[in-house]
């Protein structure tokens, strides 16, 4: 029963997926039909948080005990990816006091260093997972007007095999995979696909008269951007991704003014070395660019080595704030972000760039992004005060 929802990539018909935390709250539907009504479902099915509906068959249904197990096999679609094929394991066990619980068994990871979606020592399932998880229950559950609760774990038989090919064990998620996903669904694009597509929207925005852009990486840019009312100056949005350099260029080609990057410093903090593919593939020196920066504001040898350890920016902010590092440390980035733009729009057009956490909010601001948002603003609401009065806080 494979899903059917495709996509159009570079003029492919390319089929969709499911994320290993669809497949997890699907198996803990099928284990919690089985608990509440005494049979296996044929079929389980849940909406997932993009609106798409996935319904497959389940695997390896068994009852040990008072446990309730089976597996759903993990759907990449057309994507290329670790985890495809899968099989991703619920266990469910009443609970009398009315609690959902969720833990991870063997092949899921554990979380070993800070910064990351969970805790340390919690299992690598992150929040929109465990909020699916919870609902596909509750919502058993409810359609039999049934109060108990559960205790769940996931599994993956093959997780720890599979760990050892992705970036986990780097990231401090030690012995297995993560149960991932934030829409639910898997979207494949080859690279190519993704770089003329970003290449189509700025040349589609620059024949419609545009001549000013915002390029984000992804929702996270998007929602910050919303979020300090950039969003209502009537210029044009482009998702980026990882290719930010394409992207500037691209920019370029088409005769943009101005350039506005809005992304989270775990990306942006990249370009401060240089580095115009953000993907972790091509290169991941967050840490490394951030510990040198701090040895020049006079970090010592062991906050150097903690940030090198560290396995997020937000991580590094905890360190950094130790120390009473953030702010100088985090101007120097930034300056260093704004070399490397500077070198390569060469003149072009305006540009800059604002760094953000979603944990610890505004980090980074250039010099260039705030020229550029005082001039926005100026031009949109001429009575707004400018991103860099007195008295007022920069975007």
């Given at each position: ?82 985890t495809a094929d899968a ?109 003329d597509t970003i290449a ?114 937000d991580a590094c902010i ?78």
């Amino acid at each position: 029963m494979a899903f059917e929802h495709y996509i159009y990539s570079g003029g492919k018909k390319l089929r969709c997926g499911f994320t290993t935390g669809t497949c997890a709250a699907l198996a803990a539907s099928g284990c919690a039909r089985r608990l509440l009504t005494g049979a296996w479902p044929e079929t389980v099915s849940i909406l997932t948080p993009k609106g798409l509906r996935v319904e497959v068959p389940l695997e390896a249904c068994r009852m040990e005990g008072e446990w309730a197990v089976c597996g759903v096999r993990k759907d990449a679609g057309d994507d290329i990816d670790r985890t495809a094929d899968a099989l991703i394991c619920a266990a469910l066990r009443p609970r009398a006091d009315g609690e959902i619980t969720i833990d991870g068994g063997p092949g899921v990871g554990r979380v070993t260093k800070p910064g990351l979606d969970q805790p340390v020592g919690a299992a690598a399932i992150n929040s929109v997972p465990r909020q699916m998880i919870a609902r596909a229950v509750a919502e058993v559950r409810d359609a039999v007007e049934d109060s108990g609760g559960f205790e769940i774990v996931i599994s993956v038989p093959e997780g720890e095999r599979i760990a050892a090919q992705t970036f986990n064990p780097e990231l401090g998620i030690v012995g297995g995979i993560s149960i991932l996903g934030t829409s639910g669904i898997v979207e494949p694009m080859s690279v190519q696909a993704l770089v003329d597509t970003i290449a189509l929207e700025l040349r589609s925005q620059a024949h419609q008269g545009h001549r000013r852009v915002i390029l984000t990486p992804g929702s996270y840019g998007l929602d910050y951007l919303r979020g300090i009312g950039l969003d209502r100056l009537g210029v044009p949005v482009v998702k980026c991704s990882n290719f930010i350099g394409d992207a500037l260029d691209e920019a370029m080609a088409q005769g943009f003014e101005a350039v506005l990057l809005i992304g989270h410093a775990g990306k942006l903090s990249k370009l401060a070395g240089g580095i115009m593919n953000t993907h972790s593939r091509v290169a991941d020196c967050r840490t490394e660019l951030i510990c040198a920066h701090a040895a020049v504001c006079g970090a010592d040898q062991d906050t150097c080595r903690r940030l090198l350890e560290a396995s997020t920016i937000d991580a590094c902010i905890e360190i950094l704030d130790e120390q009473a590092l953030r702010e100088p440390v985090f101007t120097r980035l930034t300056q260093a972000v704004e070399h490397h733009l500077l070198r390569r729009a060469a003149g072009a057009y305006q540009v800059g760039a604002i760094l953000f956490s979603n944990r610890f909010g505004p980090l980074g601001e250039t010099q260039g992004a705030k020229e550029i948002i005082a001039q926005w603003k100026r031009e949109s609401e001429p009575s707004m005060p400018s991103a860099s009065a007195p008295g007022t806080r920069s975007c």
